[in-house]
């Protein structure tokens, strides 16, 4: 009877253990948190890395020279740029649609002293304007090089600061609003030139926000008293038709050097 005792109680033992091992070599997988552009079936791509089907110059009817798609990437290439032929102006605009509210995301890289941005809300036959006069612009710029590589001297004092004229300054900073909403430093995660970058732009009538790599660098109230007198006391102020727009085309700017875009996606909101 002890011999029988003994051998159930080995065997509960032996059960207990397997069962132990078993969960620790296999445990459950945790729950994870699918983010929230992964649960959202709204989203639509701008570029499907293959054509550049949708896009062309603004005021234009095809894609400038330079503008091409390659390896699933929306890129400039300022050697093919370089054709003389052409006259008209090198920032482009996604043409098949017009935006009011809504979420834009975008990777993004650029050069060793490289400069571009993110238009929305940009309309076009404006006589004497060009996007930057019409539409708020997402800044893309090397915060470390620009300044080395590039005489800032003449254009800060033409915007009247006074102090550190050879320096970026904290509105011409990758993320701000451009000359209107600088980017938080403290915040800011800019990866190295010839890295990729995210940028998600929100847009509503209640509060727009500029985010970089999953920081939030920049938020504001447009058309409120605040706006509107930071629109008339700065760059803007003679131009009277600037972020007056509350629809628009999505547009990435030419400055001459090269820029790479891929996964350009929006969401409306």
Known sequence: MKHIFYFFLLMVLLIACKKENKEAVSPEPL???????EKSEEWVYLFDGVSTEGWRAYNGDELPPGWVAKDSVLTFDTELGLEQDYTGGKDIIYAKEEFDNFELYVEWK??????????YHLKEGIPGAGPPD??????????????????????????GVKENLADLQDWQKTGSDYAMHPADDSQKVLHPV???NSTRIIFTPEKVEHWLNGKKLVSFVPWNEEWHAKK?????????LYGSFKTGYIGFQDHSSPIWFRNIKIRKL
């Open 31 to 37: 729950l994870k948190e699918v983010p929230s552009d």
């Open 110 to 119: 650029i050069p060793e002293g490289g400069n571009s941005g993110i238009f």
């Open 134 to 159: 019409i539409s708020p612009e997402y800044q893309l710029i090397d915060d470390e090089n620009y300044a080395s590589i590039h005489d800032l001297t003449g254009y800060n004092e033409s915007m």
């Open 194 to 196: 010839g890295e990729w």
């Open 232 to 240: 008339n006391a700065g760059k803007w102020k003679d131009a009277d």
